[in-house]
Structures are given as C-alpha cells and as structure tokens.
C-alpha cells in the first residue's frame, strides 16, 4: 500500500519561508516523477512544482517560480519543497503527489494518474 506522509507546514509573515516533507513508502519511488499541489479555500486543486523521475528536470507553476525549489532524494524516498519570499496568496493545503506511471519526465495534472499525501496547511499572515 503506497503512503505518502508530508510535513514542515504552518503558520509565517509574509517574506518568511517553510521546507515542506513529504516521505513515501510502499512504493519504488525512484521510477516516478513527483510533484506537489495546493488548494486555497474556495479553489481548485493546482499544480505547484514537479521534478522528473532522474530528477534531472524540474518544473513550476509561473507564481512561484524563483521562489520554491523542489528536490528529491531517492534514497530516502523524500520530496521536498523549500518555499522562500512566501506570499499570502500562497495560503493553501499543500499535496505531495506521486505519478503511477513509470519513468515520466513530467508529472502528470490527471488527479487519478497520481498517488495523494493527506496535505498540509500553509499559512501565510501576519
């Protein structure tokens, strides 16, 4: 049974930064592309950042590129995503995601292609 277990969210200001975890288990992990998502209150599920099997090739949503970096380590079946100058906007659960598919540059947006962590809350205020 694949789980996937997230951690690091919270309460910061705004300009402040968080490290988001997310720990897979029952699963290879190292053949598949993975990713996170968030959703904002009232919103739709969306795609955040995304880093490639090899770990090669990384992608993010345009709002927040040059300010998260995601990373993975395969040995210990981690994804991470450090999230730096942190905006109000960026309020949301966070998901870790897990694409089924094997050997994929890219992670697939199809919800049911992916393995889900439970979230984490994100909340950015003062």
């Known amino acids: 049974q694949v789980q996937l277990v997230e951690s690091g969210g919270g309460l910061v200001q705004p300009g402040g930064s968080l490290r988001l975890s997310c720990t897979a288990s029952g699963i290879v992990f190292s053949s598949n592309a993975v990713g996170w998502f968030r959703q904002a209150p009232g919103k739709e599920r969306e795609f955040v950042a995304s880093i490639s099997w090899s770990g090669g090739t990384a992608y993010y949503t345009q709002s927040v590129n040059d300010r998260f970096t995601i990373s993975r380590d395969n040995g210990k079946k981690t994804l991470s995503l450090q999230m730096n100058s942190l905006k109000p906007e960026d309020t949301a659960v966070y998901y870790c995601?897990?694409?089924?598919?094997?050997?994929?540059?890219?992670?697939?947006?199809?919800?049911?292609?992916?393995?889900w962590g439970q979230g984490t809350q994100v909340t950015v205020s003062s």
């Open positions: 995601a897990v694409d089924k598919r094997l050997y994929t540059a890219v992670l697939s947006t199809t919800m049911t292609d992916l393995y």
